[in-house]
């Protein structure tokens, strides 16, 4: 009786092919893992960005300084260019925050004010990768 | 008297092979308890998450059309309830609104909204773990001449969220609000 058995090759072959089967599963889990913290990373970007838009607008029209603000001149606590409104950031520092305001002149009026904010934050906990939110809006000059 | 020849594995073959398999199975049996453990951790997560994003956008849109009534306030704060006088566009009218956290037996709470004399609507089901919440009012001095000073309010919020069903999940969230049609009553 002549029978033919698994060889330790075969085996082992059919094993790695096992494991690649599997693996796009182990890696569905995996990506829809990231794709949760990278949800996580954009709500909390989104909420930073218009934290920063609601406290700038909230301010007195002639108090919004044009020019172009970076991460180290948005800190919380540090004031607002040479103006006494001071900013106050609930978010961390693995969001850089910037900012634009811009003069929309007319009849040499400055009668709108464009304010531009734009969040750079990781896309996932680990990643090296980053993402830029923006938020714009255009503020009304009431006096004129 | 013929002999069989048969051909078997060897206990070395048998041993060998049991090895390799039991590495491979160990790897790929951990690699799916670590993904599974992650994943069911971020479905949590992304659940409270969602609660979280619904409470605070939900509020944030009263805030920000929140006015100011006769005696000059648009907001009263306590420990667990908001109540805010809310400018409804569609109806051209101001309304009451009261933002309440019911404590629930299994110690975490349920947020709730009211509008006038409406009933209450739950915003949040049982997956406030702790929160608090703050009317902040800061003066500034405009600085240049007419030198006025003014009131600039915000309300900070601080949630942290999760449930006993949810063991182990959490997501804590903080921010500041800022009212913008009363920030611009001046």
New interface residues.
């Given amino acids: ?5 698994l060889s ?1 090759v075969e ?2 072959i059919s ?2 092919v ?2 690649l089967v ?1 693996l796009p599963s ?1 890696l569905a ?2 990506s ?2 990231q794709g ?2 990278m ?2 990373y954009e ?2 970007a989104h ?1 930073a960005a ?2 920063l838009v ?2 700038t ?4 029209f ?2 919004i300084k044009s020019g172009q603000y970076d991460e180290s001149d948005i800190v919380d606590g540090a004031n607002f260019a ?5 900013f ?1 950031l ?1 978010f961390s520092s693995e969001f850089k925050p910037k900012m634009l305001i811009e003069d929309i002149i007319k009849n040499k009026k400055v009668v709108f004010k464009k304010v531009t904010v734009t969040i750079n934050y990781p896309v996932t906990k680990l990643s090296k990768q980053r993402k830029d939110f923006s938020v714009k809006v255009i503020i009304n000059n009431d006096s004129v | 008297m013929t002999l ?6 060897t206990l070395v ?1 048998i041993l ?2 049991a090895g ?2 039991a590495i ?1 199975l160990g ?2 049996v951990s ?2 308890i670590g ?2 453990k ?2 069911s ?3 949590g ?2 659940v409270l ?1 969602q609660e979280c ?1 619904l409470f ?1 956008a939900r509020l ?1 849109n009263d805030l ?1 059309n929140a006015v100011k009534d006769n005696t000059n306030s648009f907001i009263t704060i306590d420990e667990n309830q908001i109540k805010l006088n809310v400018y409804d566009s569609e109806e051209g009218k101001v309304k009451p609104v009261i933002y309440s956290a019911v404590p629930q037996a299994n110690g975490c709470y349920n947020m709730t909204r009211r509008v006038a004399n409406g009933s209450s609507r739950p915003i949040v089901n049982g997956k406030i773990a702790s929160f608090s919440w703050q009317l ?1 009012e ?1 003066v ?5 001449p007419p030198i006025k000073s ?1 009131k ?3 309300v ?1 919020i601080d949630l942290k969220m999760g449930s006993s069903d949810l063991k182990n999940k959490s ?1 804590d ?6 009212p ?1 049609r009363v ?2 009553m ?1």
């Fill in positions: 009786m002549n029978k033919k058995a330790l085996i082992t094993m790695a096992l494991i599997m182990f889990f995996s829809g893992n949760i913290q949800t996580d709500f909390r909420n218009i934290e609601e406290q607008i909230s301010l007195p002639d108090m040479d103006t006494p409104a001071v106050h609930s | 069989c020849k048969k051909k078997a594995f073959e060998v092979a390799v398999t491979f790897m790929a690699m799916f993904f599974g992650n994943f951790a971020g479905e997560s992304a998450m994003a605070v944030r920000n902040k800061e500034i001095s405009t600085g240049t003014i600039r309010y915000g900070e997501f969230f903080k921010t500041i609000i800022y913008i920030n611009k001046r």
